[in-house]
């Protein structure tokens, strides 16, 4: 494995404003970063092109994730400014009807766990479109949402989701403490790797919850990302990967322990993390130990556990080319399912255009009429997939596959066939 040795200061901004590339560990400050996969470079992933946008300059930036020698911080260059990307979004959660119900499921088992009742207070951080909290409104415990997007927070507050548009950092904390009091609960789904100031957050995080309250985060687990080749949830939006061993330090970097750890499989495998403040006594359970082991046997508590990586992404990326190209030769038609970020880090990598994927179809009427950043595919609506029966439907958010299997079964009536491309590419029967 290679090593990136990095001199200067951290954060340099360039002069149109941009964040620059980081020179050390944004955790622990260390300045050996060693290279675990360098997917060349590629346009922000949620920066959806208009039409009149394909004639014009698209910005690339270079993707290429590094680890820290000393913390094992696996991280991105900071090279885009969240305000970039998250102050009008394109993703809204509330389009993903099985990730709703988890979060359904998930407010279920939390105010069982913690005794959540009218009295209480849960904060959301990054609420998105009230997906989650919704369920709070409904449970009637009191809630507030903290969602950085303009645009996403008013689908939120339409829902009667009470929602601040903020970006989280101590400051912000601090004045949402004083308006509102402090929470039971604090939850962070799918947010924790999408910040570049991770210590700012996790003191934003501390500053929101009460002395004896809980802190609730889920976060794709960097074990199953390697272990499963899932190259393309690599992308400019998420500026780390954790281990829980890493999550544990990012942690009490801003004054939470880590007490308990979950394995869910949102997001083809994410670990929920439970913290609370220091000082509450709580001792980490079994299972934090449990998956401490499992990482460490898989070799991700040492740089060298990384090595291997890059050529099993490489395996794959051929792998893809492969099954496209020879359908392209043999006439058949291969369109695309979904247009979610991960979906466009494995296009751009892949070097994939609309001469092999003529269009990919998305459930968010924000995305139709657009093109996928960089490969510039056209994002027509569901429909037109029943309407023009490709041979071939490329699901690009795989890690849906129970709840798509089930929503493209139409697709055996006329014999086409469902294309999985991670872990493994997969060729899959439906309907029939």
Known sequence: MSTTSLTGSTGVTDRLGRVGSSTSCRLCGARELHSVLDLGASPPCELFLTEAQLDEPEPTYPLHLRVCAQCLLAQLPPLI??????????YFSSFSTSWVEHARRFVESATRRLGLGPDSFVVEVASNDGYLLQHVVAAGIRCLGIEPSVNVGEAARAKGVPTVTEFLGPETAGRIRAQHGVANLVV?????????????????????????????????????????TQYDTIYHEHFQYYTVASAQRALAAGGLDLVDVELVPTHGGSIRLWARPFGTGSTPTAAVAEVLAAERAAGLHDVDGY?????????????????????????????????????????????????????????????????????????????????????????????????????????????????FPVPTLEIVEVGR
């Open 307 to 419: 090595a291997q990586f890059s050529k099993a992404v490489q395996r794959s990326r051929w792998e893809l080319l492969a099954f496209l190209i020879e359908a392209a030769e043999q006439g058949k038609t291969v369109v695309g399912y979904g247009a979610p970020g991960k979906g466009n880090t494995l296009l751009n990598y892949c070097g994939i255009r609309p001469d092999l994927v003529r269009y990919t179809v998305d459930r968010n009427p924000y995305k139709h009429g657009r093109f996928t950043p960089g490969t510039r595919i056209p994002i027509l609506p569901v429909e037109q997939i029943a309407e023009d029966r490709p041979d071939y439907v490329l699901v690009l958010p795989w890690n849906l596959r129970e709840e798509l299997t089930a929503q493209l079964s139409y697709v055996g009536d006329w014999g086409g066939r469902l294309v």
């Open 81 to 90: 400014k969240p305000e970039e990307t998250f102050t009008e979004y394109a």
């Open 188 to 228: 962070a789904n799918n947010v924790y790797a999408h910040i570049p100031d991770v210590l700012g957050f996790t003191q934003g995080l501390r500053e929101l919850v009460a002395d004896d309250g809980w802190v609730s985060i889920e976060v794709q687990h960097l074990l199953t990302l390697i272990q499963h």
